[in-house]
């Protein structure tokens, strides 16, 4: 699932591309891609017409377009795709909703394969749709408060891996990100929140920020095609991993084989030297 930075990536693309235009049209093909919107697709495609798009924000792995007071809200779930390009280009073989506007330039196509992603209308969420009202701020808000987030972490008994992926302690934080920051960081996965000291969190919320600022820059991590920017173009992030998905491999920092662990039905991947494991971690 795209994180922060794809996410990101996304978002900048469309607010080169479609701030300042007009809905002219809103065409949904797929229900799911609107099951989000419980008024149904005809009051979605009624609300947009017409209006205009005066930019576009993010909250963590969510993105919305500001028409006028309200949002057009996002989540591109695990192969979803806003694509901007060619009114007349054939259509995608996954395309489930296309935005056309009134200046009769480039389209807006929403394309997921798995059709795990959504849109949604909010009215009056310009600022912050009240679907996502519970989603914490992420560390590249200026919402964020750091000093809230490190005492609400210090006071949890978890892993802080776990505390990591937490989308209402802090948001955009997924897998790759948090395998990668905590390397950086110096910390073992299954490390217990509540065995940290404030500067080992000061330490791992600097990491975070400084791999999600590189892979932005990198435009995301693609392993594969389902990952795009608005121009159907992959990230390159994947080329400065440290440690995720290179299993076996030497560890940029000490040479040491990287390994890779069970966790929540997924994996960790860290470097058993740089990330000792503690003697009493939490999973």
């Known amino acids: 699932m795209p994180e922060l930075p794809e996410v990101e990536s996304v978002r900048a693309g469309l607010e080169r591309h479609v701030t300042g235009r007009t809905f002219a049209e809103a065409e949904i093909f797929h229900p799911r891609a609107v099951r989000r919107h419980q008024a149904g697709p005809a009051d979605l495609t009624a609300a947009l017409t017409g209006g205009l798009v005066t930019g576009v924000r993010r909250r963590g792995k969510y993105l919305w377009l500001t028409v006028g007071d309200d949002a057009l809200l996002a989540h591109l779930g695990m192969s979803g795709q806003l694509l901007v390009g060619d009114r007349l280009a054939a259509c995608e073989p996954h395309l489930r909703a296309r935005f056309t506007f ?14 795990f992603g959504n849109l949604s209308y909010w009215p009056g969420g ?21 000093e809230r987030f490190t005492t609400r972490l210090l006071a949890r008994r978890t892993g802080i891996k776990r505390a990591l992926l937490d ?58 095609r389902l990952y795009v920017n608005v121009n159907g173009q992959s990230g390159y992030f ?7 998905g290179r299993a076996d491999r030497p560890c940029p920092r000490c040479g040491t084989p990287v390994i890779r662990e069970k966790f929540m039905n997924r994996s960790s991947y860290s470097c058993p030297e740089c990330q ?8």
């Not at 934080?173 to 000061?202: K, M, P, Q």
């Open 102 to 115: 009134t200046d009769g330039g480039p389209d807006l196509r929403f394309v997921d394969q798995r059709t």
């Open 126 to 146: 310009a600022d912050l749709p009240a679907a996502i009202a519970h989603i914490a701020p992420d560390p590249l808000e200026p919402a964020f408060s750091q």
């Open 167 to 224: 989308q209402s302690l802090i948001s955009g934080v997924g897998n790759i990100y948090a395998d990668e920051s905590l390397w950086r960081a110096g910390l073992h996965w299954a490390r217990g929140t509540d065995a940290l000291r404030r500067s080992d969190v000061a330490r791992l919320l600097a990491c975070v920020r400084e791999v999600f600022a590189e892979a932005i820059t990198a435009g995301g991590t693609s392993f594969d």
């Open 238 to 244: 994947d080329r400065s991993l440290a440690v995720y």
């Open 276 to 283: 000792r494991r503690p003697r009493q971690g939490r999973w």
